[in-house]
Each structure stands twice: as C-alpha cells, then as structure tokens.
DNA sequence: AGTTTCGGCGCC
DNA sequence: AAAGGGCGCCGAAACT
C-alpha cells in the first residue's frame, strides 16, 4: 500500500493513520500507532500525508529528524476552496468543514492570534481540534471534489498541492534558522550607534544627533517624537504636516540633517539593536518563524524578529558557516513578468521573454525616459497609482501595453464592484466586508461603503468613493501580486525537492528572494537547481508562455555581499 | 494599569 | 514631484 496516507494525532498522544484510494477515500484500516514519527518514519513508500495541519504535525517529525516528501493541508486547503467559492468569511477549521458536511451546527474559528504574541508561538497551536481519522478523511474527500467544480480544477489542485508544498518549506526554514552572527552584528551597531549606556537609554551616537537637533531649534526636542518635532518647525516658522523623511527632506532648515539621521539610526536601535540581538538569534541562528499563506495574496509573513525587513545594513550579520556557502537568489522584475504571464499582452510577453532587463526594455520600446521612470510607470500601473510621474507615463504604457493595463484595470474594477477576483491559479480575493463577512477586515482589507452609494452606479472613477478606489487598488495589486505567490511557491517545492538529495538547506524566503545555505561544493548545483526550479514553476503555474523568470544569483559568504 | 491605535519606517 | 499594493515592529499616544 503506497502513495497517500491520511494521520491525525489522537489524543492519547498516539497517532492514526490509513491509506487512502485514489478517490481519497479510506483504503484499508485505520491503525493506531504509539509515536508519530515512528510511524511515519515507517512508511518510506508514502509519497503524500494528508493532514488537518502541517504547522501541527510537521515540527514535530522535524525534531526527530524525519522530513516528508509531500503534504496536503486539510485547513490550508479548506481556506483556499472557501475562499474561491466566494464564502470566505466561513470557520475555515477541519472540524468546521465536517459540520457543513454532516450538517452539524458550525464551530467558530479559534482566535488567530494569542492576545500574548510574545507568549507562545502558533507552531505548537494549543487549541487544536482533534478529530478522528474517518472524519478528517471525509473532509478531504469533499475537498477532492470541491476542486472539480472549481473555474479551473487542475490549477485549483497545483494552488492547493502548492501551498500544502509552501507550509512544508516554512516548517523546514522555522527549523534551520537564518545563519546570524552575532559578533558581527554587534560589531555593525557599534559602528553605526556608537557605544552603548549604562540604564538602557540612548547609545552615545544617538544622544548626540538629539543634541544637535536641539542645538537647531533653540531649545530641547525630542526627535523620537514627531508632536514635538512638527511644534519645533512650527515655531521655527515651518509648518509640516508630518515628520515623514519625504515631507522633512525637502525643508531647509539646519536641523533637517541631523533629524533624518537620527530617525534612521533611531529605526536600527529599536527594530535591529542590541534588544533584539537578545532575543531572536541563539547558537547563530536567528529564527524567526516562517507563515507560509499569512496573508491573503498567498505572500507569507513572519512572526518574531521581522524577518521580511531586515535593514540592508544588518545583512552583514547574517554569515555562513565555515566552509558553508549562501546562494543568495532574487528573481528579476518577477512583478512584470508576472503580468505579462497572465495578461498574455504580446508586447509585454516578448520583452519578458528575454532575460535582459525587462525595465530597460520597456523604457527603450515605450518611452523617451530612461529605466527608473520604465519602472515606476509599470510598478505604478500594478499599484494603481493615481499622481506624479509614474502617471504621466501610464498613457505611454497603455499605447503599448494595452493587454497587460487592461488586466489589471479590469481587475480593479471587478474589485470596485465587488465581484470575485483571482489569481492565475484560483486564489481568491475576499470581497469587500458589510456582507456578515469579517475575513476583509482581519485582512485589512478597505471595508465595504456601498450602503452609501447607489447600488446599480455605473463605474466611473470620479464617483467611487475613497473606500471603493481602495478596494479597487487593492484587487488591482492583488491578481499580480498574488499570481506571483503562486509561482514563487512552486519554485520553492521545486527547489526544496533538488535539495533533499543535498545538504543544502533553504533558510529564508522574501517574496521573490531565496536564500539557499550549503557547503561550498554543492554552490554550483544550487544555483542551476534554482534556474531549473524557476523553469519548472514558470511552465507549471502558468503552463505554455514565452515569459521567462530569470534569477540574478550571488554566491556569498555574508548577505550583504549579495548584489 | 492594561490594551489598542497611530506614526513612522524597514523590506518586497 | 508626490506618496500607491502587501506586510511587521517599535514606542508613544490614545483609549478603556
């Protein structure tokens, strides 16, 4: 008996499991063993585990040593079909979907978050639903037909398969750790803030940015505080609205310089100083913990440390180990060529069918500017952006262009109406709140205002409200920048497959960036497997295209020699 | 006193 | 020149 097995941790601390046929019903018994990982590790010739919850399960076998070819995530799986059925707000648990099933009353979702962040981590999810093992299966078993009646099954099943892929990764990545040294990166602070003094209050740089700025404005600021920084223009005759650096830089004042200075210095201290050092990075690893699908574009999140900003300054700190490599992998213009994948517009497609700089090329075929006002136009047009330059060369990109603007136009105003709006595989954008649907407003998604505007308006942008424009942006981004999750998680299977025959370990993920740590000998085959897992995802995501997805790699002993 | 929101800025 | 999509994080401010 081979292919997928079905495993629930029961309660007693034991676990289920049974294989299932190919309809994805329960094949044979269901057996009840003593240890997870024992009986996993058992099992070689099980290609795919199905599980109510990777984040449950997985840690778990990893602490024992055990990896997983493949998973399908029931409760991943279950907030992606709820989604593309247009139901989002619905409980997303498995025992949720065996109520609708069985036609039970509903249990609600348990919180997403401990009100404590600080306090326990969602790896070990202490309110975990058990279920038995027939009942999970049941689950499962609707949900394999639910992708059938989805607008496209078989990229349904590749988004679903692919997130269960992603939830994997992130587990593996929560587990590595970020290679961090932390001599290093106390070495950078030093140099940046100076030293540091005795009561935990400013480093000595730090204080003497804040003399400076009060030796400008005559009298004791607090740059830290940006009531007391818009009073001190203020009396100084200068009215801003805000502290912001755009609206600060442009002042002519002397304390300007030291102000963006220290509010830069000021970012590092508090977000990546010292305190920080403490609690995120032990035995040089920092680890933060991975949330593959964190957010509803499919983008994923970190809790902990804030992994995804990591100031390019701090990069230094992040070093491989002796002898050990870090291939540090970035895709090129992946937002365009992501558009140009699922506009299919033929001019955009032939220039992301070169690897050249697709910027450059834009700006040479579509306007007399040069590369950067090329890429605020594209980047403004997936953004909806509504003023300055990056408008004035809109019209430029739409003569061009015309598919690929139409998309993303026709995208915002599905959203504006509040129609569905998918990515190229059927990930779903929630639809505006005000529906008894709370899941846009835990997204922070714009809420719905249509009660104020008549329902049958024809959509004309000088009559949409500012909440509706939002939302229209929003779902404008979303199909790009959602299409572009889509892909970049079946890299990541893809690449996280070519490893396991490695010791090469994936240890950090950003949207469009990979970093892959190995010894010093496999570098080379890291890099063609991630050209080749770029390939794979490219032709698997959005099947026959012209598009290419280039990756610019550095082979690196330090982060931040990395481009 | 504890919790939530805001302002600002880091990354893509 | 003006400020748009997605996030997390921190301290301060604003609340209950």
């Keep these: 008996m081979t292919g997928r097995w079905a495993l629930a941790p029961a309660e007693d601390g034991g676990v289920e499991i049974a294989p299932l046929g190919p309809d994805g019903l329960l094949a044979g018994p269901v057996l ?21 919850s990777t984040a449950e399960v997985y840690p778990r076998l990893l602490a024992t040593g055990v990896r997983v070819e493949r998973c399908y995530d029931i409760e991943d799986a279950e907030t992606l079909l709820l989604g593309h059925e247009g139901r989002y707000g619905e409980p997303r648990s498995a025992a949720a979907a065996l109520a609708r099933l069985r036609g039970g009353p509903v249990p609600p979702d348990p919180p997403l978050r401990s009100a404590d962040p600080g306090a326990q981590s969602s790896l070990f999810e202490p309110r975990a639903v058990h279920l038995p093992l027939p009942d999970l299966v049941a689950v499962y078993s609707e949900q394999q037909r639910r992708h059938d009646a989805t607008t496209h099954p078989d990229r349904m099943r590749l988004l679903t398969a692919a997130e269960s892929a992603g939830m994997l990764v992130a587990a593996e990545m929560n587990r590595a750790g970020l290679p961090w040294s932390a001599d290093v990166h106390r070495q950078v602070l030093h140099e940046l803030l100076g030293e540091r003094y005795a009561g935990g209050g400013e480093p000595r740089r730090l204080a003497e940015l804040a003399d400076e700025v009060s030796a400008a404005f005559g009298r004791r600021v607090r740059p830290d505080l940006p009531a007391d920084v818009v009073k001190a223009f203020a009396q100084a005759g200068i009215k801003v609205k805000s502290t912001r650096r755009w609206e600060i830089e442009s002042v002519d004042h002397p304390a300007v310089k030291p102000l963006l200075e220290y509010k830069k210095l000021y970012r590092i201290w508090v977000a990546h100083g010292w305190s920080w050092l403490q609690d995120w990075v032990r035995e040089g690893r920092f680890r933060p913990e991975f949330l593959a699908h964190g957010t509803v574009t499919g983008r994923w999140v970190t809790n902990g440390g804030g992994a995804l900003q990591i100031p390019k300054v701090i990069r230094r700190a992040v070093v491989a180990d002796p002898g050990w490599r870090l291939v540090v992998a970035d895709a090129d213009q992946m937002e365009p060529r992501v558009l140009a994948a699922i506009s299919r517009d033929p001019g955009l497609m032939e220039v992301a069918g070169r690897e050249s ?80 649907d709370d899941a846009t407003e835990e997204a922070g998604l714009p809420q719905d205002d249509t009660a104020h505007t008549p329902a049958d308006t024809e959509w004309v942008p000088g009559y949409a409200s500012t909440n509706t424009r939002a939302r229209g942006r929003f779902a404008r981004n979303f199909v790009v920048q959602g299409s572009a999750a889509d892909w970049a998680l079946l890299l990541l299977a893809a690449l996280r497959q070519t490893c396991a025959d490695m010791a090469a370990e994936l240890v950090f993920f950003q949207h469009d960036e990979v970093i892959v740590h190995c010894p010093e000998e496999e570098t080379d085959q890291v890099v063609a497997a991630i050209r080749d897992a770029a390939e794979l995802a490219g032709r698997l995501t959005f099947g026959q295209t012209p598009v290419r997805f280039p990756f610019t790699t550095a082979v690196v002993e330090c982060y931040a020699d990395a481009k």
């Excluded at 009840?32 to 109510?52: I, N």
């Design 32 to 52: 009840w063993e003593p240890d997870l990982a024992t009986a996993v590790r058992a099992r070689p010739e099980v290609v795919r585990w199905v599980w109510r």
């Design 357 to 436: 700089d697709l910027y450059q090329s834009v700006s040479d075929r579509a306007f007399s500017g040069d590369r950067a006002q090329a890429k605020l136009a594209v980047l403004g047009a997936v953004y909806g952006q509504t003023s300055g330059d990056g408008l004035k060369n809109l019209a430029a990109l739409r003569r061009r262009f015309p598919k690929a603007v139409a998309y993303v136009d026709d995208a915002a105003r599905a959203g504006e109406e509040g129609r569905l709006v998918r990515t190229w595989l059927g990930r779903t954008c929630p639809p505006a709140a005000g529906t008894g």
